[in-house]
Every structure is written in C-alpha cells, then in structure tokens.
C-alpha cells in the first residue's frame, strides 16, 4: 500500500512538473494573435500528370476540382480537345495526398457532340459530384448551351450513362459555367455567360443562372441585362449565410456583386440588389473576378487589373478584397506582378489555417508559369508568402485551379512539359506544410 501511495505521489509530480514546463515555454497568451499565422508557410510537392497520353494525342485545356472532405478525395476534369475537331470532358479521381487512385475516364461517352470549359462542385448529402460544360448541342459546331453531369462516387460509364442534367442554360450561346452547392437546401445553382452569338467577338448579353434540385432544372433567372455588357461571372455558396454571393465584370471597368438567400422551393433563390464593389481606374480596365468564402463570416474577391496602351511601363496585376458576411469591406490587398503581368487569379479559403490561397497565371520572358499566395483571414498577403508553383518545370504553365484538401491544397494547371512541340497536359502539384512540430519529451 505504501509502495503503491509514493508511486502515484512520484506520478503525480511528474505530472506537475510537465505541466510547468509547457507554462513556461508557452507563449503569453497576449502574444497568441491571428498574425502568427501569417508566418504559416508552404512547399511545392512534386509534379504529378493527371492527364495521360493516348493515341492519337492532342491538347488538353480548361481544368477545375473539387474536394470531397467526407472521403478525402479530389475530382479532376478537364477538356481534352483532338486533331480531328472533338472536345470531351474527362475526369480523374486523386486521394487526398494528390496521388491519382482512378484511370482517366471520359465523362459523356453518351453525348456525340462537342463539350468544352467544365467546373465541378462536391454535394456530401448526396455523396455525388455535378459537373457543368458547355456543350454544343445541336452539332453545328458553334452553338452552345450549358449542360451537367451528376458523377456518383461510384461513377462508372454505365452508372454515369443516365445523370445527365440537360438544357440549365435556356438559351444560345451560353459561356463558361460555375457551379456551387448550396449545402442547406441540397441544391446547386449554375450562373454562366449569354452572348449575342457564337464568334468570340461577339457581344456579352447577360447573366443567366439555372437551379438545379435532384437531377433536375427546377427554375432559371437573369442576373442583370446586356446594357452593361456583363461576362465573367462566379458564384461561392456561405452555408453560414445560407446565401450565394455572384460576382461579374461590366463594361470592363467595374466589378459587381449581388447577393441571393436560398428560398422555399420552387423559387431557388430570392436576389438582393446588386453594387459595384470596383471600379477602375481611368486607363484601366477590369477582367476575370473571381470569389470565395471561408463560409463562416468572410468573403473575397478578386482581379486583374489591366494598363491602357497610354500608361507606359505597367502591366497587368492582381488586385482584390476581403468582405465581411454582410459585405462590409475589411481590406484591400494586391499580389505582386512582375514579368510581363499577371491574370486569371483563383481562390480558395484554407479554414484548417484559417488563411485565404491564391493561385495565378504570371507571364515571364521565358514563358507563363504559375504563382500561389497565402495569408491569414483579415490580413493582406506580402511578398514573402509568394511562390512558384510550376516555375521552370513546365512550358507554358496556365490556367491554375485551387482546392483545398482536409489539410494540404492542391494547384493543378495545363502545360507543356519543357517542351513547346509536345502536347499540352493537366499536372497539378500539393502544397505541403513547411513547419515542422517538434513534441516536448520529458524524461523521469
């Protein structure tokens, strides 16, 4: 009994002694603010060829992801173009490690014409990806409408056969879908672009979103009209809202937002009216915003901002800004640009560091490649949480994509591997945490 009693005595300073140890090393509390987490930083993991040759080969374009937290898997899609004049939509499935555990495989084996530019959203209620695409319905080449696909988990080619979600778009020549998942109504809204005809000159007309409840097209509606010549359009769904937040580009010079609260059914979403949340600067025009949330109490937006030929010495940059919930402005921030100028900027919010990634196509004399950001929720990045992310290793890296996995993010992009005469592919790279977590031993 005595023997027994000096042990758990001899235990319970141990414990005492541990426990004042881990006092004394830890940090003030006062000192334990958010900016501590900006010094959270990233390394690039190895490339990894999400694309496969085949025979005949060509190039492949336009590819977007999406993560699946309740199975720690990312969906891969892309557009695969061919000598011959077709365009297919294929799919690749990555754990969350970023290493493929799927063949490609081609999404619409069932659909005979052309279907290009697909954006992908998990659904976890009903374990199911939608992927939306252009898709040239009626075979001439030119004319298309926005058309989806709901991919089970355990998609296959026969069990894919019968998901097809035709006809979101209610008219012609709609352009460059996105899709979100409104995870409180399990519905997904679709908002894309209507032009006044097939020719990529043609005038920006609109636009247009389409609602989409278990499988099917259940209302469509127009944002604003074709006065202002809005395009570019993107959605992100804050379940803590329980609303979406669109944002588009008008007249080049200005950046919209408007948001829309999920409603009862049959009406998808009831819309609040809509501001100019940017303008630009005389000589300056806007192009391709971009939006997400931490789907808490924050949003940010984002642009590039190009110089006219009569402002000498500037070229295209990143800039952008963090809203609150209630779209009340907390701060402005700018990525750096460099080289020949920076475009196409895409973002994702990273909750398991509390932080906001960016990731974005950087011109250079020797070819585009791919850059990446971040920095803690209520911050603004600096060039110290700036880097390369497909640098040297590819020829013409372009067209990034972001998502961020349970714990690492992963960048895909279409390129060259060094080598401008071969045929395009999808790589992608994670970003791995560079801290290293050392556990305090205490020895007896």
């Known amino acids: ?109 069932d659909l005979p014409n052309r279907q290009i530019i697909p954006d992908v959203v998990y659904n976890a209620t009903d374990d199911e990806y939608l992927v939306v695409f252009m898709y040239n319905y009626n075979g001439d080449g030119t004319t298309y409408r926005i058309w989806g696909k709901r991919v089970p988990r355990s998609c296959s080619v026969n069990t894919c056969l019968t998901q097809v979600v035709a006809n979101i778009s209610p008219e012609d020549h709609a352009r460059e879908p996105s899709v979100a998942w409104d995870a409180i109504k399990n519905r997904y809204l679709v908002v894309f672009d209507i032009y006044d005809g097939p020719a990529e000159s043609a005038n920006p007309n609109g636009v247009l979103w389409g609602c989409i409840i278990a499988g099917v097209v259940r209302s469509q509606g127009t944002i604003i009209s074709s006065i202002t010549k809005p395009q570019y359009s993107d959605l992100a769904y804050n379940p803590a809202s329980e609303e979406f937040l669109f944002v588009w580009l008008e007249n080049q010079t200005s950046i919209k937002t408007e948001r829309h609260s999920s409603s009862i059914y049959p009406d998808c979403i009831n819309n609040v009216s809509s501001f100019t949340i940017k303008s630009s600067s005389p000589g300056w025009t806007l192009s391709h915003p971009s939006v997400t949330t931490n789907q808490q109490n924050r ?110 993010p992963l960048v895909i992009y279409e390129g060259r591997e060094n080598n401008p005469d071969v045929y395009q592919h999808i790589y992608g790279h994670m970003l791995f945490d560079s801290v290293l977590f050392m556990p305090l031993v205490v020895r007896q």
């Open 1 to 109: 009994m005595l023997h027994q009693l000096k042990n758990k005595i001899r235990t319970g300073y141990s414990f005492l002694i541990i426990v004042g140890i881990l006092f004394i090393l830890s940090p003030p509390l006062e000192q334990q603010t958010p900016e501590i987490l900006n010094s959270h930083s990233y390394k690039v993991g190895m490339k990894i060829p999400i694309s496969l040759p085949v025979s005949p080969d060509y190039h492949r374009y336009h590819s977007s992801l999406a993560y699946d937290h309740e199975h720690g898997e990312f969906l891969v899609v892309w557009q695969q173009n061919y000598a011959s004049g077709v365009r297919q939509i294929y799919a690749r499935w990555l754990n969350g490690s970023g290493q493929p555990i799927s063949s490609p495989f081609q999404l619409n084996p």
């Open 299 to 408: 949003y940010l937006v984002g642009w590039e901002e190009i110089p006219g030929a009569g402002i000498p010495g500037q070229t295209p940059f990143i800039k952008g800004m963090e809203l609150t919930q209630s779209l009340q402005w907390v701060n402005d921030f700018q990525l750096s640009s460099g080289g020949s100028g920076s475009s196409l900027p895409v973002f994702v919010a990273n909750n398991a560091h509390q932080e906001w990634l960016a990731a974005w196509q950087q011109a250079l004399p020797a070819g585009d490649t791919i850059l990446f950001a971040s920095w803690q929720i209520g911050s603004v990045p600096g060039a110290a949480n700036q880097m390369g992310i497909a640098a040297w290793d590819n020829w013409n890296a372009r067209r990034p994509a972001i998502a961020a996995g349970k714990n690492l």
